[in-house]
T-cell receptor, first 114, second 116 residues
Framework: DVKVTQSSRYLVKRTGEKVFLECVQDMDHENMFWYRQDPGLGLRLIYFSYDVKMKEKGDIPEGYSVSREKKERFSLILESASTNQTSMYLC?????????????FGAGSRLTVL | AQKITQTQPGMFVQEKEAVTLDCTYDTSDPSYGLFWYKQPSSGEMIFLIYQGSYDQQNATEGRYSLNFQKARKSANLVISASQLGDSAMYFCAMREAMDSNYQLIWGAGTKLIIKP
């Protein structure tokens, strides 16, 4: 069964801490994505990657960075966490680009920054 | 301007009734795709159904069907014979061919609660 695994379901961090959110997929998908989900705002794309060591900014990249050293792993990094980054973070992957290529999501990581 | 609009923030429906979740979209691209995802309280987004702009027939997947009205730019999700397990957030999303990155544009979601 295809799977996207996010390492942490719940995290509580302090303002200024460096935060790593890890995502691993076992489907050999080229594309991986990090979204942020806030009530009433839907999903907003932070960063995405079409290949190893490749990254592209999404709609809200400020305050975040990413790393994709291996095809199966895509990490989201908050260099200095702030309270306005308290949110649900969703990782997804997909095969190919256009058409009906479906995103497969992980279960999400709920981050609280105090 | 909102590209995907879901006008129903929340809905209560009696079990076994049919449900229609509204989604309107805005695009000038003749080639696009529309998706519906379900997000239960567990958090994982689950793909439900896809409709391409050039598809002649409305998409169906089991109890899910998509009422695609291209001229009105609407892509409503219909769930037949609702079940308690259908209680979840539902998101409509669109992908445009004009977007060189082929990214999904998401609606704000509708929270559906099925009453026993």
């Amino acid at each position: 069964d295809v799977k996207v695994t996010q390492s942490s379901r719940y995290l509580v961090k302090r303002t200024g801490e460096k935060v790593f959110l890890e995502c691993v997929q076992d489907m050999d998908h080229e594309n991986m994505f990090w979204y942020r989900q806030d009530p009433g705002l839907g999903l907003r794309l932070i960063y995405f990657s079409y290949d190893v060591k490749m990254k592209e900014k999404g709609d809200i990249p400020e305050g975040y960075s990413v790393s994709r050293e291996k095809k199966e792993r895509f990490s989201l990094i908050l260099e200095s966490a702030s309270t306005n980054q308290t949110s649900m973070y969703l990782c997804a992957s997909s095969l190919g680009s256009f058409g009906a290529n479906v995103l497969t999501f992980g279960a999400g990581s709920r981050l609280t920054v105090l | 301007a909102q590209k995907i609009t879901q006008t129903q923030p929340g809905m209560f429906v009696q079990e076994k009734e049919a449900v229609t979740l509204d989604c309107t979209y805005d695009t000038s691209d003749p080639s696009y795709g529309l998706f519906w995802y379900k997000q239960p309280s567990s958090g994982e987004m689950i793909f439900l159904i896809y409709q391409g702009s050039y598809d002649q027939q409305n998409a169906t997947e089991g109890r899910y069907s998509l009422n695609f009205q291209k001229a009105r730019k609407s892509a409503n999700l219909v769930i037949s014979a609702s079940q308690l397990g259908d209680s979840a957030m539902y998101f409509c999303a669109m992908r445009e061919a004009m977007d060189s990155n082929y990214q999904l544009i998401w609606g704000a979601g509708t929270k559906l609660i099925i009453k026993p």
